[in-house]
């Protein structure tokens, strides 16, 4: 690769890259909102046994 | 017009008490000459070349707005501490005047401490580097305006924080560099008349901006 | 507490569209850029970097010109949820202005040789606008939560939009006086076919954009609703 290929590449990249570190951060957020509804929940069946 | 009248009553405490207290003020001076020593070390020793010297003094243009920015800062740190420490803010919050007037009279107070650095300063840095041309002058006095002006505002919303000295300096830095372009550009160019109306332009656009906003960084 | 975005009525929150319509149009600029768009005679490869460099800094401006709008509404109307959308539009921004200057910075290193240059305006704006929005954070994470927090933090939002164009005419004056040009920049000549990748390629980051920040806005608002949730069935 020439060195104005390999520099566009390196643009691009970095983009990408960026982009995966976003959706790696918003999933990791993900798994913990859906720890705390079950959570919650459980503390919800707790509080009202009979409703289920 | 109690507008007006609050503030020259607000900027007269503000001097009043640092007239009694000489705490802020002293500091800032000494700081200022201590600084612009550390400059004349930190500078390399220009060669006895014509051309050399002139970029000398160009760099050392650059070394006054720092000093003075820097300067700025140590004082704007304070400038709430009459405040805080009474608990008066919220007194003056509650108080029926405008609150934009508490920031105008406070700014007014510390453009004073700035020119009274600048009396300074400025025979300082002529003493030890270059002489100082007039729209050096009028550069510093409207990057003053535009110091005090910011300085207060955001002084009174780095008080709500935490982090209060660590955060001012953030806070003011990167709106201090067109003060910066435009004080050094005055001094330093052909044209200072533009860096001049430049200046001009940034204290009237955040003035009016501060005077706007300040309600709202003190209220709830 | 708003919940209006999850309880939008119909097909709940438009979140996934958005994300949908962003792939599918970043996908169609990136296959612009690399297959129909003519390579530029004078810079060669390299110039295909501006296809989405440009825009990625319009966006950034775009996010934070939103996150300033949100502010005022905040300040005019006192509704909460203006904090938290001028909170993510500035966020948003901000990390679209980090990416204006990666790219930027390797387009300079592949143009010029140099990895920064003071002579780029649009860089050092976006330098000194860098470290004015991080100073946003480290404001707002040290003041506690409330509406003072609020306020404080719309009015610094505003701040920045005004320090906008006078850092542009600042970094302008300076250029010619106190840091003669040593390089100048031509902007590429654009025949048709790179003017309109360049538009799609615009309308594509802006898209983007707007679907991270709807993204980012569900997952806080979620949050918050967890939150409250939670004090409710612990009290």
């Known amino acids: 690769m020439s060195g104005g290929e390999k520099y566009l590449a390196a643009a691009y990249t970095v983009i990408f890259v960026t982009l995966l570190v976003y959706v790696a951060i918003i999933a990791a957020k993900l798994s913990r909102l859906e720890r705390e509804t079950a959570e919650l929940a459980g503390l919800a069946q707790e509080r009202r046994p009979d409703r289920g | 017009m109690t507008f007006l009248a609050d503030v020259a009553t607000l900027a007269r405490k503000d001097l009043r008490l640092e007239l009694r207290a000489r705490d802020t003020l002293p500091a800032m001076l000494l700081f200022v000459v201590s600084t612009l020593v550390v400059f004349r070390f930190a500078l390399p020793e220009g060669a006895d070349d014509v051309a050399a010297q002139g970029a000398d003094d160009v760099a050392a243009q650059g070394l006054l707005w720092v000093a003075l920015v820097f300067t700025a800062l140590l004082?704007?740190?304070r400038a709430w501490a009459p405040e805080r420490e009474g608990g008066a803010l919220e007194g003056l919050v509650l108080a029926p005047t405008d609150r934009s007037a508490i920031w105008l009279g406070k700014s007014a107070a510390v453009f004073i401490f700035l020119c009274a650095l600048d009396a300074v300063a400025l025979p300082a840095f002529a003493l030890f580097f270059a002489p100082v041309s007039l729209s050096t002058v009028a550069g510093v006095l409207l990057a003053n305006v535009g110091i005090c002006a910011i300085g207060t505002l955001l002084a009174a919303m780095a008080a709500?924080?935490?982090?209060?000295?660590?955060?001012?300096?953030?806070?003011?830095l990167p709106l201090a560099i067109p003060l910066v372009v435009g004080g050094v550009g005055a001094g330093v160019s052909a044209e200072p008349a533009r860096f001049l109306a430049f200046l001009g332009l940034y204290d009237g656009v955040f003035a009016i901006l501060c005077w706007a906003s300040f309600e709202y960084v003190v209220s709830e | 507490m708003s919940t209006s975005s999850l309880n939008r009525s119909g097909f709940g929150s438009p979140v996934p569209l958005l994300a949908v319509l962003a792939s599918g149009l970043v996908g169609i600029a990136l296959a612009l850029v690399f297959f129909v768009a003519p390579e530029d005679a004078d810079q060669g490869l390299s110039q295909k970097i501006f296809y989405f460099?440009?825009?990625?800094?319009?966006?950034?401006?775009?996010c934070?010109?939103?996150?300033?709008?949100?502010?005022l509404l905040l300040l005019w109307r006192k509704e909460e949820r203006y904090d938290l959308e001028s909170y993510v539009a500035v966020h948003q921004g901000t990390i679209f202005g980090a990416l204006t200057l990666?790219?930027?910075?390797?387009?300079?290193?592949?143009?010029?040789?140099?990895?920064?240059?003071?002579?780029?305006?649009?860089?050092?704006?976006?330098?000194?606008?860098?470290?004015?929005?991080?100073?946003?954070?480290?404001?707002?994470?040290?003041?506690?939560?409330?509406?003072?927090?609020?306020?404080?933090?719309?009015?610094?939002?505003?701040f920045g939009i005004a320090l906008v164009p006078v850092s542009f005419l600042a970094i302008r004056l300076a250029e010619n006086v106190i840091h003669p040009t040593v390089f100048t920049r031509e902007g590429p000549q654009m025949t048709g076919t790179m003017f309109f990748t360049f538009c799609v390629a615009w309308v594509a980051i802006s898209a983007l954009a707007y679907a991270l920040y709807r993204l980012e806005l569900l997952g806080k608002r979620l949050d918050s609703n967890l939150r409250e949730l939670r004090e409710a069935l612990s009290s």
Request: no cysteine; charged share 10%.
């Open chain 3, 102 to 158: 990666a790219t930027g910075s390797i387009w300079a290193k592949a143009s010029w040789g140099h990895w920064w240059l003071w002579s780029e305006n649009q860089l050092v704006l976006f330098l000194v606008l860098f470290l004015f929005y991080s100073a946003y954070f480290m404001l707002r994470f040290s003041i506690e939560e409330g509406p003072r927090r609020a306020n404080i933090s719309a009015v610094y939002a505003l």
């Open chain 3, 53 to 62: 460099h440009v825009p990625i800094a319009l966006t950034a401006y775009a």
């Open chain 2, 75 to 77: 004082g704007l740190a």
């Open chain 3, 64 to 71: 934070f010109g939103w996150g300033a709008f949100k502010a």
């Open chain 2, 160 to 172: 709500a924080s935490r982090t209060r000295e660590l955060i001012l300096p953030l806070l003011f």
